[in-house]
């Protein structure tokens, strides 16, 4: 059985369920789609960042993280240093029950 832990009280089902009821997208108040959320000692991006959610990148096939199977190493980090999203996924790949309620 996986113990769950809710980082500043956030809880998806509840958070999902609001979304749904005010019939809108969620953003994260702990990680707004700004810059000050993607670099901690930098002030300006190195690069032009546009922030953009998986059906606006996947358009028209439905956005997929893993396909045909998960692994761990499904994911490598990007340009934005972004090892937050690489540990979280990889996390994810180890745990399919978790994935399918993301």
């Known amino acids: 059985m996986v113990k ?3 980082f500043k009280n956030q809880r998806f089902s509840k958070l999902k369920a609001q ?3 005010d019939q809108r997208l969620f953003v994260d108040p702990e990680f ?3 810059t000050k959320s993607l670099f901690f000692s930098r002030a300006t991006p190195p690069e ?3 922030w ?3 059906k606006d ?3 028209p096939d439905p956005p997929q993280l893993f ?3 998960m692994s761990s190493h499904d994911v490598t980090q990007g340009k934005l240093g972004n090892c937050w999203f690489v540990a979280a996924c990889s996390s994810l790949a180890m745990e399919p029950s ?3 309620k993301i």
């Open 67 to 69: 396909v045909d199977g």
């Open 48 to 50: 032009s960042v546009d």
């Open 57 to 59: 990148i996947c358009t």
């Open 52 to 54: 953009k959610r998986p």
């Open 4 to 6: 769950l832990y809710y």
């Open 98 to 100: 978790l994935l399918e």
């Open 19 to 21: 979304c749904e009821r």
């Open 32 to 34: 707004p789609p700004e």
